[in-house]
C-alpha cells in the first residue's frame, strides 16, 4: 500500500506562483512513476507532469512547459510542482499519484493523493 499526501495548494493571482508538495508513504520499492495530474471543474482529469525516481527525463503537457517543474527528493519520498507564471486556466485540482514502472511518460497511476485546490484569479 503506498499512501500519498499533497499540501501546498491555495489561490492566487495571475502571474504568482505556487508550490506543491506530495509525500510518499508506505511500501515503495526503489524506482517508481510519480506525478501530478489536474481536474479543472467539468473537465476531463489530465496529466500535468510525470517523472521516474530512477532518474531520467521529466515529462510535461505542453500547456505548462516553461512554467512549471517537476522535482523528487529521493530521501524524504517528496515529489514537487513548483508552479510558475500561473493563469486563471491553471485552476484546478491537483492530484499527486504513483505507479511501478519505468515508462513515465503516460503512466497509469495506481495510487492517488486526495488532491489540492488551486484557484487562480486575473
Known amino acids: 500500500q503506498v499512501i500519498l499526501a499533497e499540501s501546498g495548494g491555495g489561490s492566487v493571482q495571475a502571474g504568482r506562483s505556487l508550490r506543491l508538495s506530495c509525500t510518499a508513504s508506505g511500501h515503495l520499492r526503489s524506482g517508481y512513476c510519480l506525478g501530478w495530474f489536474r481536474q479543472a471543474h467539468g473537465k476531463a482529469r489530465e496529466t500535468v507532469a510525470t517523472?521516474?525516481?530512477?532518474?531520467?527525463?521529466?515529462y510535461y503537457d505542453e500547456s505548462v512547459k516553461g512554467r512549471f517543474t517537476v522535482s523528487h527528493d529521493d530521501p524524504s519520498n517528496t515529489l514537487y510542482l513548483q508552479m510558475n507564471d500561473l493563469i486563471p486556466e491553471d485552476t484546478a485540482v491537483y492530484y499527486c499519484?504513483?505507479?511501478?514502472?519505468?515508462?513515465?511518460?503516460?503512466?497509469?497511476?495506481?495510487?492517488w493523493g486526495q488532491g489540492t485546490q488551486v484557484t487562480v484569479s486575473s
Open positions: 517523472l521516474y525516481t530512477g532518474g531520467g527525463a521529466d
Open positions: 499519484a504513483a505507479a511501478y514502472g519505468t515508462q513515465c511518460r503516460n503512466f497509469r497511476p495506481v495510487y
